[in-house]
């Protein structure tokens, strides 16, 4: 990595934690009740919603109650992004006349939306209209971060609360989380992205003449505004398909790391969030050095990976005349000359850490090793530092297994911030892990032994293992990033890569919600000699490992016979 490189990371490093502290407080007055900055401004258009949709905000719900109206809210989504998709020949704002949708891609992509996946088995460009991107998918890039919001706030509660058997209003929480958070970042940082060059229009394709006097095509449309909300609430997708490699969706390297820095603010700054509400800021603290470490890895990995690419390949050996003597260019297949190696290496950790799947470089074309890391970083479960609110429920539920592992190493029934950890917990904790890689695994297996699905893969050996393991594990995880040399448009990857999506997004979230209102309505107990204490590096230390050893075991195989034996055939 050169000195520019280094640079950039440490500018990026810099901002995430300045950030953190402020914005994590923001978070923390808005879901801690009682007054919050803004009160003057936000509140008028809550309590208009709220009479809109006959909400009654201070009616707490039980966490079983949270649960269904999450789940209602979420089929009604998938139901009302599905129908549009199949009628939007006859809606408005269509100026490049495209037809409804395809039964089997618009079950797949109103899942996809809804879950915080954003997976794209389409072009965007050439699929989907105006109107079904701005008021179906950048819609649901709003609301389904609000709704990871909603879960992690729950579940922040129930592990706060004594003695309660509620967790909040789940419709008071969604709001609150549209309204005060996501839509005024994505106001201002869209605003900052037009400035840039980021195209932001209704109109449809512009004929150009290129230099050799052909005749092209250049779409444009609602870029600058889906791709705010894209990188703030983790969701991912892109108006056109190669994403944040394209020059109207990302201009520059200015714009390239501020969308690093947005997908990974608010995830970061909940951490921060949690120590408030908790009254314990070291345990937020912990919480965000784990998900630092395990991301910085991730980072550092790829980058010297990427930058050193493969040393095989004498052509990619350049010769520059300098003190330094001769460099190497590094892997630059499928990079964007404008960021480069380095850029991607920073990107392509951050996107599969979060929940958002954008990308500014091929991950197909990855280093076996470099490509390796995202695919890791997705099977950690997106908790470095994670989506928005899934990460850092995600996280807290590793530190419940963390903590069970070492109440059993000092014989006596463990303990978090007062709570007894105990059976039902722990047998939650259990679903949640097994959930993902059941149906990941599963489904993978299944695809690699079938002749029709097997075959939609572009490489043979380890590397289409790789292709045909990666859609599964970024469905599953609600990811939405693709390896890029599989074809998925047949009905079996449609119907189950979908299938993967709702599994990953609510089969996790009601075991959160059922540990919220468990340990809400518990009475929090004194710290003892015997309490293992939770707020120190040596937790943070163990937390990390805890993680990463969990993955090991549920993923080990795959990845060995993926990128570990195509980077060894190296």
């Known amino acids: 990595m050169t000195g520019a490189n280094w640079l950039q990371l440490i500018v990026l490093v810099v901002f995430l934690v300045a950030i953190t502290p402020p914005l994590g407080s923001y978070l923390a007055a808005v879901f801690g009740g009682g007054k919050a900055p803004g009160d003057r401004v936000f509140a008028p258009v809550e309590r208009l919603l709220y009479r809109v949709g006959g909400i009654d905000a201070e009616r707490e719900q039980r966490w079983n109650v949270y649960a269904y109206s999450l789940l209602a809210f979420s089929l009604v989504s998938v139901l009302g992004l599905y129908l549009m998709q199949r009628v939007q020949g006859w809606l408005p704002i269509n100026p490049t006349n495209v037809h409804a949708v395809h039964p089997a891609v618009a079950w797949n992509t109103a899942v996809s939306f809804t879950t915080n996946t954003d997976w794209q088995s389409y072009s965007g460009e050439s699929t989907m209209s105006h109107f079904t991107q701005l008021a179906g998918l950048t819609v649901q890039n709003f609301v389904c971060a609000a709704v990871g919001l909603a879960v992690a706030v729950a579940l922040v509660r129930g592990l706060t609360r004594r003695a309660s058997s509620t967790i909040g209003n789940f419709w008071s929480d969604l709001t609150r989380g549209v309204v005060r958070v996501l839509i005024p970042l994505a106001l201002v940082f869209a605003l900052v992205f037009v400035a840039r060059g980021m195209v932001q229009s209704l109109n449809g394709f512009h004929t150009i003449r290129t230099l050799e006097n052909a005749a092209g095509r250049v779409p444009a449309g609602p870029v600058a505004s889906q791709e705010a909300v894209k990188e703030i609430g983790t969701n991912g997708g892109g108006f056109w398909n190669a994403n944040s490699m394209h020059p109207f969706e990302n201009p520059d390297g200015f714009t390239n790391l501020l969308e690093i820095l947005l997908l990974l603010a608010i995830p970061f700054a909940l951490t921060y969030a949690f120590g408030k509400m908790a009254k314990d800021q070291k345990q937020g603290w912990v919480v965000f050095s784990a998900m630092f470490a395990l991301w910085l890895a991730a980072v550092l990995v790829t980058s010297f990976a990427e930058t050193g690419g493969n040393k095989k390949l004498d052509p990619l050996r350049v010769s520059q005349t300098s003190q330094q003597g001769t460099s190497i260019a590094g892997n630059m297949e499928g990079k964007e000359v404008r960021f480069g190696t380095a850029g991607c290496g920073i990107f392509a950790p951050s996107t599969t850490g979060t929940s958002t799947g954008a990308v500014d470089c091929a991950h197909d074309s990855l280093t076996p090793l470099g490509g390796g890391v995202p695919l890791a970083n997705m099977m950690l479960g997106e908790v470095s530092p994670g989506g928005v609110g899934a990460g850092l429920y995600g996280m807290l ?174």
Request: glycine share 10%; with cysteine.
């Open 397 to 570: 539920i590793f530190v419940l297994t963390a903590v069970f592992i070492a109440g059993l190493m000092v014989g006596r029934t463990p303990e978090y911030l007062g709570k007894r950890i105990q059976a039902g917990e722990v047998k939650l904790v259990v679903l949640y892990i097994l959930f993902v890689p059941l149906v990941v695994l599963g489904f993978a297996g299944a695809s690699v032994i079938m002749h029709t699905s097997a075959s939609a893969r572009l490489n043979p050996g380890a590397h289409g293992l790789s292709e045909i393991v990666y859609a599964f594990t970024s469905a599953g995880n609600n990811n939405g990033s693709a390896f890029a040399g599989i074809t998925v448009t047949s009905n079996w990857y449609q119907t189950t890569l979908g299938l993967c999506m709702l599994v990953g997004r609510f089969f996790l979230m009601v075991p959160a919600l059922a540990i919220a209102g468990s340990l809400a309505r518990k009475k929090t107990v004194a710290a003892s000699a015997g309490t293992f204490p939770t707020g120190t590096p040596l937790f943070a230390a163990l937390l990390t490992g805890v993680v990463v050893i969990v993955v090991g075991l549920t993923y080990f195989p795959a990845l060995a016979l993926g990128p570990i034996v195509e980077h060894l055939s190296l």
